[in-house]
């Protein structure tokens, strides 16, 4: 498999909403923030955020590159050919999205770009939960030029490439045949978005993931010791959870191997942290 790039589109003021889905608050941290974060543990490649001509953004995850839609106006597939171009010469293949994914799971991400382990398949598009979901697919970066044409000849429609390229529609069940999503994410929350304050509202009500930590060292004081499950949806809502503050002296490992002190690193269902002492954890 080719090495995977991940692109963001922020969108800019959704009509609906009132406001940029980009910098609604998500359990301490952004939308953009964590869609940008988790799409950043997820992908090997360069994570690249699409934004509208002249949109301020909220904070990125460090590493993180900007690039500007060139025209206001013209539909999201404008914003995913700006985002292919942008990493067309360090990756082969990109998962795109759209920021308000509030449950988007890698387990999802691996298998939407598996899809285009296949040499023949440009686009892999899924249909989840009824839907097309062409802000939540796998595309070939070399799309870019061919979409970008399109766009220019007024076709704005995010299906129009279906006549153009040839195309994988894994639907529910395909997609849940990945024995890894159909243990972390059964239901295909991944495509779930936020497209009004009361689609909003119910996503921020909803419970933390379940993920398992665990003390080491000195750490494992206090009634601190042997794994246990806890709900949080960031690095540090999982450090809270055991009244660790993460920092010069607490660092995290997650899943075993990346380690990290960010408090708005996003965790999913399925996620496993070590936390250590930064003098023991290096």
């Known amino acids: 498999m ?3 790039a991940g692109v963001v589109l922020a969108g800019g003021r959704s009509t609906r909403m009132g406001r940029p889905k980009a910098a609604l608050e998500w359990h301490g941290s952004t939308l953009l923030y964590r869609t940008a974060a988790l799409l950043g543990r997820t992908v090997e490649g360069p994570v690249v955020v699409v934004r509208a001509p002249g949109q301020d953004l909220p904070p990125l995850p460090g590493g993180v590159e900007v690039v500007e839609d060139p025209r206001e106006g013209l539909g ?6 700006a985002g292919l171009a942008a990493v067309a010469d360090r990756a082969a293949v990109a ?3 759209s920021t308000d994914l509030p449950f988007l799971h890698p387990a999802f991400v691996r298998r939407v770009l598996r899809g285009l382990a296949d040499p ?4 892999v598009l899924p249909v989840a939960r009824g839907y097309r979901q062409p802000l939540a697919a796998g595309y070939r970066s070399a799309l870019a030029g061919l979409i970008t044409g399109l766009v220019a000849e007024g076709d704005l429609r995010p299906g129009m490439l279906l006549r ?3 195309t994988d529609l894994p639907a ?4 849940r045949a990945d024995p890894e999503l159909a243990a972390q ?3 295909l929350d991944s495509v779930v978005n936020v497209n009004t304050p009361e689609d909003y509202a119910e996503a921020r009500a909803r419970p933390g993931p379940e993920i398992t930590v665990e003390c080491f060292g000195a750490l494992a004081a206090a009634g601190r010791r042997g794994r246990r499950s806890v709900a949080a949806a960031t690095l540090g809502e999982a450090a809270d959870g055991l009244g660790l503050t993460l920092g010069r002296h607490v660092i995290a490992a997650l899943n075993g191997d990346r380690i ?8 999913v269902r399925g996620d496993e942290v070590a936390f250590l002492s930064a003098d023991a954890g290096g």
């Not at 529910?172 to 997609?175: F, G, S, V």
Request: charged share 25%.
């Open 2 to 4: 080719e090495t995977a």
């Open 76 to 81: 999201p597939m404008q914003g995913v050919a």
């Open 95 to 97: 998962f795109v999205c």
């Open 120 to 123: 023949g398949i440009d686009l």
């Open 164 to 166: 153009h390229c040839a």
């Open 172 to 175: 529910d069940e395909a997609l």
């Open 185 to 187: 994410d059964p239901e």
């Open 260 to 267: 990290s002190r960010d408090p708005q690193l996003p965790l």
